[in-house]
C-alpha cells in the first residue's frame, strides 16, 4: 500500500543519516522533501502541512543537532508523530459483554462493507461467540445472495426478510437474536454511489432503533481524499464510533490511512488487508508507522505465525532439519501452514530490511503453487525420497503438474541445496535457526 511513500521516506531519510553534521538548512529542505511525499502519497494538505510543521520544530531543537546521530533522531521523531496522526494507539472493538451485541457497518456502495462483515463474523466466531449477519441492503442487485453465501462459507447465522424496509429488518434481526441466545449481530446496511439525504437518513433511522454497540465505516483505501471526505460526512450525521479501512492490499497511496483520523477525530479500529475473509487486523498505528518508514512489521508477522502454526509440528520439523531427514511431504505441509498466514510477499515486507531487499523483485504466489503442483505430481514413495527421481520419472512428474522437466529439476536442486545447508548446520558451520523457525 504505501511503496510509493515508503521508497520516498528512505531516499530522504538516507540523505539525513549520511550527513555527519545537520543545520537548520538541511533539515527543512529534508523537511520539503517530506511534504512533497506526503502530497504525492494523497495526503490532505492540512495534515501535512501540520504533520511537518511539528517535525521541523522538534527537530531544529539542540538536543537532536547536537546529538551524535542527528540522522537516527530526525527518523525517530517522524516514526512518533507517525504514530500520533494515525491515532497514537490502538482503539479496540466494543466488547461481547452482552447477548446480542449489535456492530452496524456502513460506507458507500462498492467500498467492501458486505466483505467486512463476513470478516468480522468469522474473526468472532473463532472466538467462540455465536453470530448472525443480517442482510439490510435490499437495493443492490444480488446483496442478500452475497452475505448469504459468505454466512454459509463460514457456517454462521444468516437472517433475511423478503419485501421489508431495512430499518424493520434490522429491529426484527435483533429480536430474534434475543430469542435465540445469539452473542453478536452484524448489519450489513445499504450504501449509494455517494451520500444522500435518503441513504443517510435511512441509517440514522437505524441507529435510532437498534442502538448498535458499534457502528463501522467502511472506507476504501483506492479512493484516497474521497475516502477522507466520506469518513468525515458520516461521522457529523452519524458519529460512527470508528474506521475500517479495506483494500489496503491493491494499489492505494496510503493518504486515506495517514488523514482520516486527524479530520476526522474517529478512530481507525480495523484494516482490511485482503480479499479473504481471514484478512483482517486490528489496526496498531505503532505497528503501521514503521510499515510506512519501511522497517517492517515483527510484531504482527509473529502473531500470525501463532495462530497458524503448530509449535509441536514446527519443532519436530526443526529436528528432521537439522538431521537432514525432512521430505517433500514435510515441505508440503510447510507450505500449507505458510499459505493459512496471508500472501507471501505481505508476509516476506513485515520482516525488518525485507522490503527493501525485495525491490523490484515479484513474488509470486503463483511459484509456490506451481511447486505444490510437482509435489503433489509425485508418489507417495518419491516424495519421502526424492532420490528415487530418475530421468523417466521426472518426465512423468512434469507431464502430471503441467510443467517443464527443467522446472522439476529446479526443485530438485533447490532441495538438495536446502538439505546440504542444514547438513552444514548440525555439524556446526552454520548457525542455527530460532525454536521453531522455518525457512519456507
Known amino acids: 500500500m504505501f511503496g510509493n511513500l515508503t521508497d520516498k521516506l528512505e531516499v530522504v531519510f538516507k540523505k539525513l543519516r549520511g550527513a555527519g553534521k545537520l543545520s537548520e538548512k538541511n533539515i527543512k529542505d529534508s523537511m520539503r522533501e517530506v511534504r512533497q511525499a506526503l502530497l504525492e502519497a494523497d495526503v490532505n494538505y492540512m495534515v501535512t502541512k501540520k504533520f511537518v510543521a511539528t517535525v521541523q520544530e522538534k527537530a531544529v531543537g539542540e538536543e537532536v543537532l547536537k546529538s551524535i546521530e542527528p540522522g537516527q533522531q530526525i527518523i525517530k521523531i517522524v516514526h512518533e508523530e507517525l504514530v500520533q496522526l494515525l491515532g497514537g ?6 466488547p461481547i459483554d452482552k447477548s446480542p451485541t449489535v456492530i ?32 439490510a441492503d435490499v437495493y443492490r442487485p444480488a446483496a442478500v445472495k452475497q452475505l448469504k453465501v459468505i454466512a454459509d462459507s463460514i457456517a454462521v447465522e444468516h437472517f433475511s426478510i423478503e419485501g421489508v424496509m431495512p430499518p424493520k429488518i434490522c429491529k426484527e434481526a435483533v429480536k430474534f437474536a434475543e430469542k435465540n441466545f445469539i452473542d453478536l449481530v452484524i448489519l450489513d446496511t445499504a450504501g449509494r454511489l455517494h451520500i444522500d439525504d435518503k441513504l443517510m437518513g435511512e441509517l440514522e433511522e437505524i441507529k435510532s432503533l437498534v442502538k448498535p454497540d458499534e457502528l463501522l465505516l ?10 477522507v471526505k466520506v469518513a468525515d460526512e458520516f ?3 452519524l458519529d460512527i464510533t470508528g474506521v475500517v479501512l479495506s483494500k489496503l492490499d491493491g494499489g492505494a497511496r496510503g493518504g486515506a490511512a495517514l488523514s482520516i483520523r486527524e479530520v476526522t477525530g474517529c478512530p481507525i479500529k480495523l484494516a482490511s488487508i485482503g480479499e479473504k475473509l481471514g484478512e483482517l487486523e486490528p489496526f496498531y498505528p505503532e505497528r503501521m508507522a514503521t510499515r510506512i518508514l519501511g522497517m517492517g512489521d515483527i510484531v504482527t508477522l509473529v502473531e500470525k505465525a501463532q495462530e497458524t502454526i503448530d509449535e509441536d509440528k514446527a519443532i519436530e520439523m526443526q529436528e528432521k532439519m537439522l538431521k537432514a531427514q525432512f521430505n517433500f511431504e514435510d515441505f508440503l505441509d510447510q507450505m500449507d501452514q505458510i499459505k493459512k498466514m496471508g500472501p507471501l510477499d505481505g508476509l516476506l515486507k513485515m520482516i525488518p530490511g525485507m522490503g527493501k531487499a525485495l525491490k523490484g523483485v515479484q513474488v509470486e504466489e503463483r511459484d509456490m503453487e506451481r511447486m505444490v503442483a510437482i509435489i503433489k505430481s ?4 518419491e516424495r519421502r525420497n526424492p532420490g528415487l527421481i530418475d530421468g523417466s520419472r521426472k518426465k512423468r512428474i512434469a507431464t502430471g503438474s503441467g510443467n517443464s522437466v527443467q522446472a522439476v529439476n529446479q526443485l530438485l536442486k533447490q532441495f538438495y541445496s536446502m538439505q546440504k545447508m542444514f547438513k552444514q548446520m548440525n555439524k556446526g558451520k552454520l548457525k542455527g535457526l530460532p525454536k521453531g523457525m522455518m525457512p519456507f
Open 89 to 94: 494507539k490502538e482503539v479496540p472493538l466494543a
Open 218 to 227: 467502511v472506507a476504501d483505501s483506492m479512493t484516497g481524499q474521497d475516502a
Open 104 to 135: 452496524m457497518v456502513c460506507g458507500l456502495q462498492g467500498s467492501g462493507k458486505t466483505t467486512l462483515c463476513g470478516k468480522l463474523a468469522l474473526m468472532y466466531k473463532r472466538k467462540n461467540k455465536k453470530t448472525m449477519v443480517v442482510a
Open 235 to 237: 461521522h457529523k450525521r
Open 378 to 381: 509425485m508418489t507417495i514413495a
